[in-house]
Nanobody, 115 residues
Framework: QVQLVETGGGLVQAGGSLRLSCTAS????????MAWYRQAPDKQRELVAQ???????NYQDSVKGRFTISRDNARKTVYLQMNSLKQEDTADYYC?????????WGQGTQVTVSS
């Protein structure tokens, strides 16, 4: 198991930017598929973006062109750069690390986008 700690959430105006970070404990970080999910009030948790150990990434359609996921395996950290934020991006954002037999979650960080 790995422990995940997210930082970087906060309050931002629409059109602004935030960068979320998620740092993992433990070993073998580079082989984990890392992902960011989000959950808005009264909605189900949804995948925002994920990145494989080799760096290949994919995104939810609603964030394509605005969000960028990246990882630094030496620092055991995954990032989510969020630009051109919209009110509908308001949610709790969760970091996820998974390999076969493991599915690990962080505690979440809140992102609020105001008008």
């Amino acid at each position: 198991q790995v422990q995940l700690v997210e930082t970087g959430g906060g309050l931002v105006q629409a059109g602004g930017s935030l960068r979320l970070s998620c740092t993992a404990s433990g070993s073998m970080f580079s082989i984990f598929t890392m992902a960011w999910y989000r959950q808005a009030p009264d909605k189900q948790r949804e995948l925002v973006a994920q990145i494989l150990g080799g760096g290949s990434a994919n995104y939810q359609d609603s964030v394509k062109g605005r969000f960028t996921i990246s990882r630094d395996n030496a620092r055991k950290t995954v990032y989510l750069q969020m630009n051109s934020l919209k009110q509908e991006d308001t949610a709790d954002y969760y970091c996820n690390a998974r390999i076969v037999g493991q599915n690990n979650w962080g505690q979440g960080t809140q992102v609020t986008v105001s008008s």
